[in-house]
């Protein structure tokens, strides 16, 4: 059963005063939404993520197109939004349950599971002015989760949060998802996104860009971003790609054959190349490469010797990935290098993000991880040697 669904939302506005112009802020984005899906919106500032919650909460009605919903809506649309500075925190727990159209006998009924859940206790009788923004979350999160919402209109709540309550209004939210409540969860942050959303909508500029599995959007977005920074870095001659020595000209994954790839099998093995610059005579040169996926460093690979180069120039450097070692994730390579002068001094460079690719696995018949083929999760899942052997264990051991 569809929980909501948007056609053709458009969202005009004039401006400028000397020579008004029309703003899309929003331009014929259409989706379905399953109860109980997560959708997570990502794009860069001024996208258009935060008009599209406002449309679908009705605070802003659209210029063009249609909203389709069924159920109790409730948004979070900032921090705080609709509390009353000089009431206490328990006043303004009705007053906010009021705003979503939720009766006093149905908020005193929840109220007990509402200050659990918001850790305020101490200070539900405390005007809220004296709130810091953290505890403005807390108990505006608190509200908004536990009134049962069919469907939740998340924009950036957990951005002032503390890391535990994070992972709690996290954990709730899929909970949420689990038992039907349907969600919009706008964020900068990828990881998060990735781990909570069922789908994601990436906007830029008003428009849809792409929808669909999270980690491909995620991963599109993400390559998108950096070959913006990068472009740009090329363009100038300084950064930290840049050093006295040299600098970093680029960083490909290819595969064993040398063909530039976008991503990889698990049983296959593949490359990292490196493209440099040396601005020098006489050099050595030390390449690293780190290895991330969902925020977490997975591998880190250093040259154990430096390489002598002599002559100023152009230099390719490649490192190997075995077979069998990568999970079934999107991962991003950042690439450093050091430039050893004969004298000794040293020069460094870094290039932030230079690749990002996937590693998948067929699973087909004869897929590399046999019966367990498929997804897995995780950055590494190495192809190990077990032995598995009867043995008479000692009683002391069985306890």
């Not at 029309?22 to 259409?30: H, P």
């Not at 950036?156 to 535990?164: C, R």
């Not at 040398?258 to 020098?280: F, H, N, P, Q």
Request: with cysteine; proline share 5%; charged share 20%.
């Amino acid at each position: 059963m569809t929980s909501l669904s948007a056609r053709g939302l458009g969202k005009r506005y004039r401006v400028g005063s000397r020579k008004p112009q029309d703003l899309w802020a929003l331009k014929d984005v259409s989706f379905d939404l399953e109860r109980g899906t997560i959708l997570g919106v990502i794009g860069p500032n001024g996208a258009g993520k935060t008009t599209l919650l406002k449309v679908l909460s009705r605070v802003t009605a659209p210029t063009t197109g249609t909203v389709t919903g069924r159920g109790r809506v409730v948004p979070l649309l900032a921090l705080g939004a609709g509390f009353q500075p000089d009431l206490s925190g328990r006043e303004n727990v009705f007053l906010n349950a009021a705003m979503y159209g939720i009766s006093s006998a149905d908020v005193e009924a929840r109220l007990d599971e509402i200050v659990e859940f918001a850790g305020l206790a101490d200070f539900l009788d405390t005007p809220v002015k004296r709130y810091s923004s953290g505890m403005y979350l807390r108990l505006a999160f608190s509200v908004a989760i536990n009134m049962q919402p069919d469907v939740l209109l998340a924009d950036e709540v957990l951005a002032v949060g503390d890391l535990e309550f994070q992972e709690r209004c996290l954990e709730r939210v899929q909970e949420g998802g689990r038992n039907g409540m349907t969600v919009l969860f706008v964020s900068h942050d990828m990881e998060a996104i990735t781990r909570l959303c069922d789908r994601v909508l990436w906007l830029n500029a008003g428009e849809t860009v792409q929808i669909g599995d999270p980690e491909d959007v995620v991963a599109a977005y993400r390559e998108s971003a950096w070959s913006v920074i990068n472009r740009a870095r090329k363009t100038k001659k300084t950064g930290s790609h840049v050093c006295a020595a040299g600098e970093i000209l680029f960083a490909r994954l290819t595969s064993a054959t040398g063909k530039e790839i976008g991503a990889t099998r698990v049983e296959d093995e593949a490359a990292v190349s490196i493209g440099l610059r040396t601005t020098m005579p006489n050099l050595r040169v030390r390449c690293q490469i780190d290895v991330s996926a969902h925020g977490v460093l997975a591998f880190r690979s250093v040259q154990s010797e430096p390489t002598a180069i002599e002559q100023e120039g152009e230099v390719l450097a490649s490192v190997a990935i075995p077979p069998h070692l990568l999970a079934e994730t999107v991962y991003t390579v950042t690439v450093s290098l050091a430039f050893f002068e004969p004298g000794g001094r040293a020069h460094t460079c870094v290039l932030y993000n230079a690749l990002s690719f996937r590693v998948y696995d067929p699973a087909r018949g004869d897929s590399a991880r046999g019966t367990f083929a498929g997804k897995m999760p995780g950055t590494v899942a190495p192809r190990l040697a077990w032995c598995v052997t009867p043995v008479d264990v000692p009683a002391r051991l069985r306890s």
